[in-house]
């Protein structure tokens, strides 16, 4: 069975401060991994992809990549009050569905 | 340029009840999916369709049922609500059906069932 792990959290951090948020996976084989945000009552949407081993950095998030150790991050830097949410972890596997596996959200909070 | 809409937002039900949760899409998209999320459990897949004319059951199925009307269109049918169907319901859309396509969520169904 395919599994994608997140802390479930709270995760809370002082405005300013470095949010570090990890996901592992479970299926060597996948290919595309995702960050998705959540705000309390809203649907998740999207706000990292990253597909090689390594840094991807868009603004004040950088999203990194291990598939050697299977394990995917996501690190938020200057955290805002307003980055406070759900943070989804997904993974597209291999095997020609392309269904993504979402773990469970780690809850970040980020007060002032 | 509405992307992926659902309604209705919010629906109270009697055990037993039936009902059918509509979503639709306008992104030109081949697949579209149901998703139930529920406190802590992150979201699981019900049924998918990849493409006009073809369901596929999701993690979650049993319980449900599922119509891809057309290309815009999936609808998700629960014919005897139980109490353990209370969740919220998201509609997606993925861009491509590729490994490196990403869902577009619809605004989500909250359902309880009483």
């Known amino acids: 069975q395919k599994e994608v792990e997140q802390n479930s959290g709270p995760l809370s951090v002082p405005e300013g401060a470095i949010a570090s948020l990890n996901c592992t996976y479970s299926?060597?084989?996948?290919?595309?991994f995702f960050w998705y945000r959540q705000y309390s009552g809203k649907s998740p949407e999207l706000i990292m992809s990253?597909?090689?081993?390594g840094d991807k950095e868009d603004g004040r998030f950088t999203a990194q990549l291990n598939k050697a150790s299977q394990y995917v991050s996501l690190l938020i830097r200057d955290s805002q009050p307003s980055d406070s949410a759900t943070y989804l972890c997904a993974v597209n596997t291999s095997g020609g569905s392309y269904i993504p596996t979402f773990g469970r959200g780690t809850s970040l909070i980020v007060h002032p | 340029n509405a992307g992926v809409t659902q309604t209705p937002k919010f629906q109270v039900l009697k055990t037993g009840q039936s009902m059918t949760l509509q979503c639709a899409q306008d992104?030109?998209?081949?697949?579209m999916y149901w998703y139930r999320q529920d406190p802590g459990m992150g979201l699981r897949l019900i049924y998918y369709s990849a493409s006009e004319g073809t369901t596929d059951k999701g993690e979650v199925p049993n319980g449900y049922n599922v119509s891809r009307l057309n290309k815009r269109e999936f609808s998700l049918r629960l014919e005897s609500a139980a109490p353990s169907q209370t969740s919220v319901y998201f509609c997606a859309s993925p861009s491509s059906r590729s490994s490196t396509d990403t869902q577009y969520f619809g605004p989500g169904t909250r359902l309880t069932v009483l």
């Open positions: 992104m030109n998209h081949n697949s």
């Open positions: 990253i597909y090689s081993n």
């Open positions: 299926d060597r084989g996948s290919q595309s």
